[in-house]
Nanobody, 118 residues
């Protein structure tokens, strides 16, 4: 059974930093594009950041450009989201996503809550 296990969420003050991690098991991790999505209360889930298979390209939502960095370590089957200069509007449940383009396989993590507040 494929698992994406997330860690690193929590409560942080505005301007602070957090790093999210997502460890994948039972997939050939290097074959997958990895992404982070988030869903704020009352809003739709949105793409935050994506890193391609092999790590050659990344994309970010405009709202997080310059503040968030996505990275991957294929040896550890792990994708990270470094979040700096956090704002209250970054408060959401963050989800890890794995997507294999050739066969359209998609897997989701369980979600982790990030709360940015005084």
């Amino acid at each position: 059974q494929v698992q994406l296990v997330q860690s690193g969420g929590g409560l942080v003050q505005p301007g602070g930093s957090l790093r999210l991690s997502c460890v994948a098991s039972r997939i050939t991790f290097s074959d997958y594009d990895m992404s982070w999505y988030r869903q704020a209360p009352g809003k739709e889930r949105e793409l935050v950041a994506l890193i391609s298979s092999g790590g050659r390209s990344t994309n970010y939502a405009d709202s997080v450009k310059g503040r968030f960095t996505i990275s991957r370590d294929d040896a550890r089957n792990t994708v990270y989201l470094q979040m700096n200069s956090l704002k209250p509007e970054d408060t959401a449940v963050y989800y890890c996503n794995a997507y294999q383009r050739n066969f359209g396989m998609v897997y989701w993590g369980e979600g982790t809550l990030v709360t940015v507040s005084l």
